[in-house]
């Protein structure tokens, strides 16, 4: 019996724990402030990827869901002026939501949201190996990663929040990938790293200074 309270294995049931409660109640959030521009933003990408392929059938379901949006949302800001906002997350929701063929309003808003918790769960199991690496203290880590699972505000917006918490989430991957890169200083680690760090970049050009600061200083390290 006592295997299955080991210190090293607490921290599986806390973590299966949170995604069943996840899966549970991902439908229950209502819509960000800034969903219905994300989800245009995501739209108006993946037209213009598409203008480049022959996949007609899937430009015209695309088009027809660009009218879709704008006839629902008159008022609803151009692309275009905000043409600084990263794609990474908004781009790949638009496809799957084309895809699947998904018409109603709560199944593509019920598939960001499910997509945006399961990243932000994805990238607190490897806040846990972050803290873990670094401190090689099983309960400092159980305890930084339930700080960091159960903060009511990140909790709450892990759901519906596509672009501060996304950005938390990625950086957090990067961290750890470049935590273990500096350790072996190795390019392996480093290739990965490299891949997550182009993830934040892409997705928030705002954020640039602090992804620049990274590169510069992995290159630092290289050397």
């Not at 213009?48 to 899937?58: K, R």
């Not at 099983?138 to 009511?152: E, H, N, T």
């Amino acid at each position: 019996m006592q295997i299955f309270f080991k210190k090293e294995t607490i921290i599986y049931y806390i973590f299966s724990i949170y995604f069943f409660i996840g899966l549970i109640i991902f439908k229950d959030f209502g819509i960000g402030i800034e969903e219905h521009f994300q989800r245009s933003s995501g739209f108006f990408w993946l037209n213009y990827i598409l203008q480049f392929t022959d996949f007609e059938i899937f430009k015209n379901a695309v088009s027809q869901k660009i009218i879709q949006i704008k006839d629902l949302h008159p008022n609803l800001p151009s692309v275009e002026l905000a043409e600084h906002y990263g794609v990474i997350f908004d781009l790949p929701m638009a496809f799957l939501e084309t895809f699947f063929n998904l018409d109603e309003p709560y199944d593509y808003f019920y598939l960001r949201h499910f997509f945006s918790f399961f990243i932000f769960f994805i990238s607190s199991f490897i806040f846990y190996l972050l803290v873990l690496k670094r401190t090689k203290i099983y309960y400092i880590a159980i305890i930084s990663s339930l700080f960091y699972l159960l903060s009511p505000r990140i909790f709450g917006n892990s759901f519906f929040d596509g672009k501060d918490l996304l950005f938390l989430s990625l950086t957090t991957i990067a961290f750890y990938n470049y935590y273990s890169y500096s350790e072996k200083k190795k390019f392996p680690f480093s290739n990965t790293f490299f891949i997550d760090l182009s993830f934040v970049y892409i997705y928030k050009n705002n954020r640039l200074i602090f992804s620049n600061f990274l590169f510069a200083f992995s290159i630092i390290s290289i050397n």
